[in-house]
């Protein structure tokens, strides 16, 4: 039996599948993001399982061969895990290490230790910033609650003062920042480079999460006033640890991926020359892989074994990081698959000759298409990989820096107004014990002005860049 290879895959998927027109092809685009709304929303079916089943329908509604719709639904499938599977990989294992041995604590009681008052709002945008970098964004909602449950209540503070900065800081990293999935994806799809992608959203995130966070948090407050539940205060991990990280082992750890991928950016930009020793050097070690790599055999150090771990311990902390992630890296290649069949039905076509027919500008087309998909499925992943897929054809001729700023551009519109489709928008609710109508005046507005901003600032960038 002969096996078949993601090029091999990719290569013969390479071929239109499909003769269709662009009327046709619109509607199939339709209903194949309606299949997946229905399936996600009425019926609760996983999005993995969702965006297969709406891959196959957009193929047939299109009017393409079972046969290739398969076909490029799975080397769409194959190259996006190959491209980013490994990298969610190290992402959690860097962060249940952070998690597990108190780094993330540490962090915590650090910073706090040295705010009061009204900085306070501001540590908490910059806890959540530091912490969310290397954790997903729902881990990272179950790490600092209980800090901003705590803080609020010790300090007198109201919760949406101090939870809001903290979930503005967790939101804007995991939609703007990688290595989170929906932009690592969205980097892939569009052929963005990582380094400009990272240095960029960073520029992007500042303001943004200044506006969405400490700012906003002035206006929640007044809307919704309420005290912090003291039932959905669980136990700290470092409770029962009898030794911890220290402060500036565990920021270094956390940031030495970012580090080492600005790293190479800058040296691409400086020394410009394929052929130069330092920029070779600098293309390794900034590479997403190592940089994380490096990072996760780091922590094991810095973080497992300054907690007093032993050897088993941190073998055990890092399967259990793996566990997880499983239905994470599902839905990102069924995304991929998805991706991928809209891309060889010649949908990106489409795209490219209805823009050029409006004459609305790809950033704004791309966010726009990003905030249709996030309103209908409540998922920002979901809606980062479908509208990388259909806007990557217009990256073709956009320079390093306007290919990036695309990619924030979709990551922006990714976040557009959590409601109650939305897996987050519960959890906050939940934790915070809020009626509805107060999660939709805080956390749903919050995201909405973290979306707009983060294109305001894309906007701008690209007059300038």
């Known amino acids: 039996m002969t096996s078949l290879s993601v090029e091999t895959l990719a290569a013969d998927a390479a071929e239109p599948i499909t003769s269709a027109g662009n009327a046709q092809l619109g509607i199939a685009v339709l209903a194949g993001i309606a299949v997946i709304v229905l399936l996600i929303t009425v019926f609760k079916l996983h999005a993995f399982l969702a965006l297969t ?3 196959l329908a957009l193929g047939a509604f299109a ?9 490029s639904f799975t080397a769409g499938l194959g190259s996006t895990v ?3 599977g490994v990298l969610i990989a190290l992402g959690a294992i860097l962060g249940k290490l952070l998690a597990d041995s108190g780094g993330a604590d540490q962090i915590v009681d650090t910073i706090l230790a040295r705010a009061s008052g009204r900085a306070m709002p501001w540590a908490m945008v910059l806890i959540a910033s530091v912490i969310g970098l290397p954790l997903f964004f729902e881990v990272g909602i179950v790490l600092l609650i209980p800090v901003v449950l705590l803080v609020a209540k010790r300090g007198n503070y109201s919760l949406m003062r101090i939870g809001v900065p903290a979930l503005a800081g967790l939101s804007v990293m995991h939609g703007l920042i990688p290595p989170h999935p929906g932009p690592l994806v969205a980097i892939d799809a569009v052929g963005a480079n990582l380094g400009v992608t990272l240095a960029l959203g960073v520029v992007v995130a500042i303001p943004t999460v200044i506006i969405a966070g400490p700012l906003f948090s002035r206006y929640a407050a007044r809307w919704v006033d309420i005290p912090a539940p003291e039932t959905m205060v669980p136990q700290r991990t470092s409770d029962d640890l009898k030794t911890r990280p220290s402060f500036v082992a565990t920021v270094s750890t956390v940031l030495l991926p970012v580090v080492l991928m600005l790293g190479k950016a800058l040296v691409d930009i400086v020394v410009d020359d394929p052929e130069n020793s330092v920029q070779r050097v600098a293309d390794v070690v900034g590479s997403p892989l190592i940089a994380l790599l490096a990072a996760v055999l780091v922590g094991i150090f810095t973080l497992g074994r300054a907690a007093g771990f032993t050897k088993d ?5 890092v399967e259990k990081s793996l566990a997880p992630i499983a239905g994470v890296l599902m839905i990102v290649g069924a995304g991929g698959g998805f991706k991928q069949t809209l891309i060889d039905s010649g949908v990106g076509q489409m795209v490219l000759d209805i823009s050029k027919d409006w004459s609305i500008p790809a950033l704004l087309l791309a966010w726009l298409i990003a905030v249709a998909i996030r309103l209908a499925t409540g998922s920002a992943t979901v809606a980062t990989i479908s ?3 259909l806007v990557a054809p217009l990256a073709a001729d956009m320079s390093t820096t306007h290919t990036a700023l695309l990619v924030l551009a979709i990551g922006a519109g990714s976040l557009f107004f959590s409601h109650v489709n939305d897996a987050g928008f519960w959890l906050v609710k939940e934790y915070f014990g809020m009626s509805v109508g107060q999660t ?9 002005i973290i979306s707009v901003v983060g294109l305001g600032c894309v906007l701008l960038l690209s007059l300038v860049l």
Do not use: H, Q
Not at 63 to 71: E, Q, R
Not at 440 to 448: D, F, P, Q, R
């Open 53 to 55: 089943l709406g891959s």
């Open 63 to 71: 009017g393409a061969p079972l046969d290739k719709v398969i076909t």
């Open 82 to 84: 190959a491209g980013v």
């Open 313 to 317: 311990r941190i073998s055990s902390t």
């Open 387 to 389: 509208a990388a897929g």
């Open 440 to 448: 939709l005046k805080t956390w749903s507005v919050m995201e909405t």
